[in-house]
């Protein structure tokens, strides 16, 4: 009983961050709750520093905390094998992501966005750093931007 409390209140502090997959509804709520939106071009099932990205920065307590009060999280995700193939619909909203953003077919390419869509910094590939130093990296350019 004492093991099935101890899951259930880590996982009530611990949120994980919410991904969105369509544009269009994060620079709605982007607008509404005066966030910045953090796009992330990514290929989750072949894209080595994809995945490690995810797993050592976006997964990481201090990018979370802060992407739940300041940011908007997109992934446009391109997996390849067919297992994780997107529905039709969803690849076309990341093909027409990736015309407007990440027209060099860049992985991983990550983008921080205003609320109407324009570049405001760009991290081509890894960013370089721990988890902590990414997290500066977008206070400073949150900070920036107001």
């Given at each position: 009983?004492?093991?099935l409390?101890?899951?259930?209140?880590?996982?009530?502090?611990h949120s994980?961050?919410i991904w969105q997959?369509?544009i269009?509804?994060?620079?709605q709520a982007a607008h509404?709750?005066?966030?910045?939106i953090l796009l992330?071009?990514?290929?989750?099932?072949w894209c080595?520093?994809c995945?490690?990205?995810?797993?050592e920065i976006?997964d990481a307590?201090v990018?979370?905390?802060?992407?739940?009060?300041?940011l908007?999280?997109v992934?446009?995700?391109?997996p390849r094998?067919?297992?994780n193939?997107?529905?039709?619909?969803q690849q076309?909203?990341?093909d027409?992501?990736a015309?407007a953003y990440?027209?060099?077919g860049?992985?991983?390419?990550t983008?921080?966005l205003?609320?109407d869509?324009k570049?405001?910094k760009?991290?081509?590939?890894?960013?370089?750093?721990?988890?902590d130093?990414?997290?500066?990296?977008?206070k400073?350019?949150v900070?920036?931007?107001?």
């Open positions: 009983m004492r093991f409390f101890l899951i259930l209140f880590s996982g009530f502090f994980t961050a997959t369509d269009e509804k994060a620079k509404t709750e005066h966030k910045l992330n071009f990514s290929g989750s099932d080595g520093p995945i490690r990205l995810h797993k976006f307590a990018f979370e905390k802060f992407a739940d009060d300041k908007v999280l992934n446009a995700d391109f094998l067919k297992k193939q997107l529905s039709k619909e076309q909203k990341n027409q992501l015309d990440n027209r060099d860049a992985f991983p390419l983008l921080l205003d609320a869509g570049v405001l760009k991290w081509d590939g890894m960013p370089k750093g721990s988890a130093e990414f997290t500066n990296q977008l400073a350019a900070d920036a931007s107001k």
